[in-house]
């Protein structure tokens, strides 16, 4: 069963687990589990799904129950309307919190069919530092490894925002296995005993038709909680 954390007349919104697609894709043929699917099985009713969710992050996603309301919240996206918040963890010790403002180029994806972009596309990314932590572990090129949990604004919605502005800045996104670092993916993956993209979609704000704020909350999964409570009992160890 899909954990739902709002349901009103027009809306419905799901806390993704990782690993779930959205819909089918021409990416994961073999895929055989979809949340469009699985909500609707378990509603009873069409769903019609507003935005998107990279299938390795878990978090907000949102449906509308009528063509007409996804009509009415889907243009909330594209205009840049929708305010987002997601948790990362991130390799090093970032120091301040910053806005990114860096131009990015669509993306090349073969399986959808889809080519790389010319144009570089404005982008912009809201990030502050939530926590530091230091591993007394050498899984990256130093004796001791650093994390930042960071919270993530995306201003806008390119694909892979947050993933590519994070690289930009060099600090990738632990688990990303198309922005980040192979081996320290997987040395983490197995120091913390699950391998996965650590990027959580914690909050989400839309309009409502009378220009009420509707809040979506999704608490962290058991396997980011896990790792949370990992990290803190390093520095437990450290300071005892």
Known sequence: MLDIIYQAN???AINKPSGLLV?????????????????????????????RLDKPTSGVLAF???????????????????????????????QDNQLIDYALRLEEDKGAGIAAGTEPQAAQTQVRVVQHYVVDEALDRFPQTRFSILSCQPKTG?????RRHLKHIGYPIIGDSRHGKGPLN?????????????????????????????????????????LLAKLESCQSSRKS
């Open 10 to 12: 027009e809306l419905v």
């Open 64 to 94: 509308a129950l009528s063509p007409e309301a996804a009509s009415f919240y889907g243009q909330q996206w594209p205009n840049n309307l929708v305010e987002k918040h997601y948790l990362a963890l991130v390799r090093g010790h970032v």
């Open 186 to 226: 997987r040395a983490c993956a197995a120091y913390f005993g699950v391998g996965r993209l650590w990027l959580h979609c914690q909050r989400m704000q839309l309009t409502g038709r009378d220009g009420e704020v509707i809040e979506l909350q999704a608490q962290v999964p058991e396997d980011f909680a896990a």
């Open 158 to 162: 390119r694909k892979h925002q947050i």
């Open 23 to 51: 819909h089918r894709s021409p990416i994961d043929k073999r895929e055989t589990r979809f949340a469009v699917q699985e909500l609707r099985n378990q509603l009873g009713q069409h769903v019609y799904p507003l935005h």
